[in-house]
């Protein structure tokens, strides 16, 4: 690989940074001079940062050209500035921010792409044809495992048009303070999940029976989308014509099979790129995310908004910092509103857990060259490229049926807790960059994984999709690798399997629960 031979380089991402990390795989040893004459004068880890000119104690520490920190103490040039060095600026004010003045630029549509997908009544286009059996409490959770695997063991082989039958368990449900008022997010996330695209649009339900969360209080009648041709079937372990275990089992085969047989006449057909629902993120995150994978997705994004797609971008922690840049690319003042309530909103749920946004940040991060949640946050938003923001969506509300282009969909940086936010808002794929390496998978739709460097696409070739080191050793662009993820993204949505799928990897759900537990 080419950086394993090359000569020392370092990224700079802004004429007016300070700082720059370091490429070569396995980092560079002190005493090494790079060809501007820069001398090291300590061993440098790949990833991460050397100082590019000496700085004084409580200096501007600059990479993106934003303030990540101030020095701790006097840096020497070519110093390595290690985590101590830098101290992490106060959060921005969500007072004074500038509110959409900075219009996106001017871009043309793109036309000609299209997916083969499934639609459904609504006019959502599922990526996946799949029998999802929703669960209204973890209760139920061991009788649907044993039900879906003799599912896929006895129906699933007559319905070959149907790809998989997967159970929605989660931990909400009972003993749970239901009426208080954050309880709407997990009952809205788990209701939204089960009308997610690719599982056809009528929700299967099972139920024990004593549970807080009643099947009616999951589906309230105005909750059901107009289009659907009927209400959620639904098994009721505790109903009394259940006796013994078989007969609990019997009734959710049997309920499955008549699902199974609607779902089983879908085809896929031709759809526009623009029917496609992309949820990015990342997790694992190095210092090359944003350097490498994360604007390839950012450049992905806007080729997608230019063919009139939906794509999500979340993590409010890893957004928190750059919010300033967010509000001044809102639409409308309104976007920009709402973004800032959300942001305060999550201030205040982190202050009453006594932290901040420094929270965020992992051994892993800062092992990989990320000093602190400023300069993560900064590398973070990148993914969502350079248009508009025409949206906002609180954390497990569905996106209306004629939202279109980028949205901000509010959702912790947790990766299972924003893949299942963004499940709920009616992603159809997801795309997830990572610097450190996971292998995360989702069971209701692909999973797209894209590495940050070379090294790791090269140690993990049987579980990244797509490889974005190859931008910083220099064989790539941003826009090739943003064009072959674009490709590839439409190749997936008409049924090419990613590796997460090939070996079935599925993380599970994990709900936001902000409300209190009794
Ligand atoms: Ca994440």
Known sequence: MATETQSPLYIKMHVNDNVAIVVNDGGLPAGTQFPCGLRLIEAIPQGHKLALVSLLAHEKIVRYN??????????????????????????????????????????????????????????????????????????????????????????????????????????????????????????????????????????????????????????????????????????????????????????????????????????????PASDLVIGVQCGGSDAFSGVTANPAVGFATDLLVRAGATVMFSEVTEVRDGIDQLTARAATPAIADAMIREMAWYDQYLKRGGVDRSANTTPGNKKGGLSNIVEKAMGSIVKSGSSAITGVLAPGEKLSSTSKGLIYAVTPASDFICGTLQLAAGMNMHVFTTGRGTPYGLAAVPVVKVATRNELAKRWYDLMDINAGKIASGESSISDVGWELFHFMLEVASGKKTWAEHWKLQNSLVLFNPAPIT
Not at 77 to 88: D, F, Y
Not at 95 to 101: G, S, V
Not at 105 to 113: C, I, K
């Open 66 to 271: 934003v303030t990540i920190g101030y020095a701790t103490e006097t840096i020497a040039q070519g110093r390595w500035i290690q985590e101590a060095l830098v101290q992490l600026p106060a959060a921005r004010d969500l007072h004074n921010l500038p509110i959409a003045d900075r219009p996106a630029p001017a871009t043309s549509p793109l036309e000609g792409y299209t997916f083969q997908g499934f639609r459904n009544r609504d006019g959502s286009v599922g990526t996946r044809n799949i029998l999802a059996i929703t669960t209204t409490v973890q209760c139920v959770a061991g009788v649907v495992e044993c039900a879906v695997k003799r599912i896929k063991e006895e129906l699933l082989p007559k319905f070959p048009h149907v790809d998989d039958v997967i159970g929605l368990d989660h931990t909400y449900g009972c003993g749970v303070a239901i009426d208080a008022p954050d309880a709407q997010i997990p009952i809205r996330t788990v209701r939204n999940i089960s009308l997610n695209p690719n599982f056809g649009g009528q929700a299967m339900v099972v139920s024990l029976g004593c549970e807080k969360l009643q099947p009616t209080r999951l589906f309230p009648k105005a909750a059901i989308p107009i289009q659907n041709t009927s209400e959620p079937l639904i098994v009721c372990l505790q109903d009394s014509q259940h006796v013994g275990f078989m007969a609990m089992i019997d009734a959710i085969m049997s309920t499955a099979e008549q699902q199974l047989t609607a779902l089983n006449q879908r085809r896929r057909e031709t759809c």
